[in-house]
């Protein structure tokens, strides 16, 4: 197949919503580098459904950021693995312009189906009691993982507009870490059953996003840390959620991560989110927050790492019933 037969094909798939988390890649890299490739993309959404007008654009946004988690004041909005593209096209006689991992992506030319959110188990971290440190969950929605602490506020961060309190990233081990095991990330995670949506939605594939705020109160110039955020989907319930963390290649059916560097201001929260594609035998979830610590390249880590103020809050998990384009909430 020829390179322009192939992006060809991978367009027509990705306007049918039948693309693929790894075809999805492949079309974006595609866009980011070839005209001919947009020029076609947005040619063929044009001929497929026509082109929306302004009030449609602003309709789809609105819809999106009432799914999406409220931004704090002044806070700053990041999207990890992002390319700084943006292009512009009529819509009504209109300039609309836009950016991101799509540049096309028929989400922005059409109209996006709406975010569908997907509650989480202590989503909003008010029961402290329900944060277990014994590393990857059995069960069901409940938060587990490294050491950790909910706080309302801590040196002198607060938590992001519309929640109440934020988790404490501690230490890269827990309470199961085996002795003398080092470790420079520290992680929060919770399993998530998708048996319900797939009553409501069937048993066809999904387009899943899951997004966090963090924020740091210090960081080590010299070493620096990283926020980031993982999906993984496979089959089996949550008792095989540890065997999907540990042996990714045998169990999982799909996964994806995406991380930022964090800042040093504390007056704003930094926005990480992901995206997959969940095949339609997956039945389960495993969403992972994390905070790691950096080093220096060529240094082997000595001890498990201590983080001195870093924190997550407003964890978000929504579903798409096609893929659709990746939005960050603007502050």
């Not at 220096?296 to 893929?323: D, H, I």
């Amino acid at each position: 197949m020829s390179q322009k037969t192939e992006w060809k094909v991978l367009i027509a798939q990705f306007l049918d919503g039948r693309i693929d988390q790894a075809a999805l890649e492949k079309l974006e890299e595609q866009l980011q580098r070839n005209p001919g490739a947009r020029r076609h993309l947005r040619s063929m959404a044009s001929l497929e459904n026509g082109l929306r007008d302004w009030a449609g654009v602003k309709a789809a946004r609105e819809a999106w950021r009432e799914a999406a988690p409220i931004s704090p004041g002044g806070a700053r909005a990041f999207r990890s693995r992002s390319w700084p593209v943006a292009a512009a096209i009529a819509v009504g006689g209109m300039l609309v312009g836009f950016s991101g991992s799509l540049l096309f992506a028929k989400g922005l030319l059409l109209k996006d189906p709406p975010a569908i959110r997907i509650a989480l188990g202590n989503e909003g971290f008010e029961k402290p009691a329900d944060l277990g440190t014994g590393g990857v969950p059995s069960t069901y929605g409940i938060w587990g993982g490294d050491f950790a602490e909910v706080v309302p506020e801590d040196q002198g961060v607060v938590p992001p507009r519309g929640a109440k309190s934020m988790v404490r990233f501690l230490r890269a081990d827990n309470q199961n870490s085996p002795p003398g095991e080092v470790q420079g990330v520290s992680q929060l995670w919770q399993v998530v059953d998708l048996r319900p949506v797939r009553v409501r939605e069937g048993r066809g594939a999904l387009m899943v996003e899951l997004g966090a705020w963090f924020n740091a109160a210090s960081v080590v110039p010299e070493k620096g840390h990283v926020f980031g955020v993982h999906l993984t989907a496979f089959q089996g319930g949550s008792k095989l959620a540890g065997e999907a963390w540990k042996s990714p290649r045998q169990t999982a059916l799909a996964s994806g991560s995406r991380h930022q560097k964090a800042d040093e201001d504390p007056a704003g929260w930094q926005w990480v989110s992901v995206r997959i594609h969940v095949p339609a035998e997956a039945d389960s979830l495993l969403l992972s927050v994390y905070c790691g610590e950096g080093v220096s390249r060529g240094v082997k880590r000595t001890e498990t790492a201590v983080f001195p103020g870093q924190y997550v809050a407003g964890v978000r998990l929504n579903y798409f019933q096609r893929p659709v384009s990746v939005k960050t909430p603007t502050p």
